[in-house]
Nanobody, 125 residues
């Protein structure tokens, strides 16, 4: 089992950058594939990015491709989401998620077993 805690959210202006972190508990972090999602009020949860166990494979949602970058540091039990060129429509609660399938690379939220509590990102225009 893994416990996830997101951090790094906040209020920024359009065009700014922000890096989110997701810290995982336990000594088996490297056996988990990780993902980032977001959910805005009144909208469905949206896939942003996913990364396999060693960071060798990544995939992105169309709305953030080229602006967001996912990475991980297994020594620190942390996965990151670097967000550049933020827009007002990026305003949402951002969640990280984990699944114990090392080579997994999933955009489907139902594939993930563990979720963080979320961190709010607000982008003012």
């Amino acid at each position: 089992q893994v416990h996830l805690v997101e951090s790094g959210g906040g209020l920024v202006q359009a065009g700014d950058s922000l890096r989110l972190s997701c810290a995982a508990s336990g000594r088996t972090f490297s056996t988990y594939a990780m993902g980032w999602f977001r959910q805005a009020p009144g909208r469905e949860r949206e896939f942003l990015a996913a990364i396999n166990w060693n960071g060798g494979r990544t995939t992105y949602g169309d709305s953030v491709k080229g602006r967001f970058s996912i990475s991980r540091d297994n020594a620190k039990n942390t996965v990151y989401l670097q967000m550049n060129g933020l827009k007002s429509q990026d305003t949402a609660v951002y969640y990280c998620a984990a699944v114990r399938i090392p080579m997994g690379l999933y955009s489907d939220s139902t594939k993930y077993n563990y979720w963080g509590q979320g961190t709010q990102v607000t982008v003012s225009s």
